[in-house]
Each structure stands twice: as structure tokens, then as C-alpha cells.
């Protein structure tokens, strides 16, 4: 399959947190408050226009911004953040979430390949494609 996982020969992680832009903070963060709670998680960081979802110091966190130049939030065209869930029923769990506050399937859960991988996909209420995966599942 095309995904691997590789250690940090330093024990850190490569990403701290990834950022997508909203055009309507208070509702995206209802969308994300859902997600945070089947995971476990919270907000750890709160600004007028910032919200970020994660354990400080832990694994790598999602963030939600209005965009700092003022302009309207736009999707990247191939870009996605995958959510690693603990098991296919997280997965589908995270899936029906997503879809319940509102989000749109990109995908319906269930394996893909012959590797193990399992995944649901979804868009946010911005639009921005995310999904939510196992190994090994």
C-alpha cells in the first residue's frame, strides 16, 4: 500500500498540527468539537479566529482559522488530513459524526486495497476532505 509508517531516529513527530481555513468559525467548531470528543480530545488552543483540537505535547493536533490575510478561506485542490482512529468501528463512528453535523461522504468506510487499510472519507462544512483510518483493520 502506499502508506508506511517511519520512525524519527530523534523519537519526535514530524508534524506538530495541521490548519484549514474556515469561513464561519462557531459552526466549523461544532464540527470539530464532535470529531475531538469520539477521539478523546479537546481544544487545547482558543483565539478570536483560531480554534485547535489536540493533548499539547501529544500526537499532532487539527487547527481551524479564519484566514490571517483577511481573505476568504479556499480548499487545496489534493489536500487531505487523515484522522488515525483506534479501530473500524472508530472509523465508522468518525464517518457518521462527520456526516451527522453536517458533513458531506467522499467515501463510504470500509477497506481499501488488500494491505489492511481501512477508511471512511468525508468533507467538512468548508469543504476541506478529511478521512478517518486504521492498519491493519
Known sequence: MFLRRIGNPVGGNMIGYVTLGTNDLPRGAAFYDAIAAEMGTGRMMEFGSFIAWGVPGGAAGIALTKPFDGNPA???????????????????????IALAQGGVCDGPPGPRGESGFYAGYFRDLDGNKLNA???GG
Open 133 to 135: 483510518f486504521v492498519m
Open 74 to 96: 479556499s480548499l487545496g485542490n489534493g489536500v487531505m488530513v487523515a484522522l488515525q482512529a483506534k479501530d473500524t468501528a472508530q472509523v465508522d463512528r468518525l464517518h457518521a
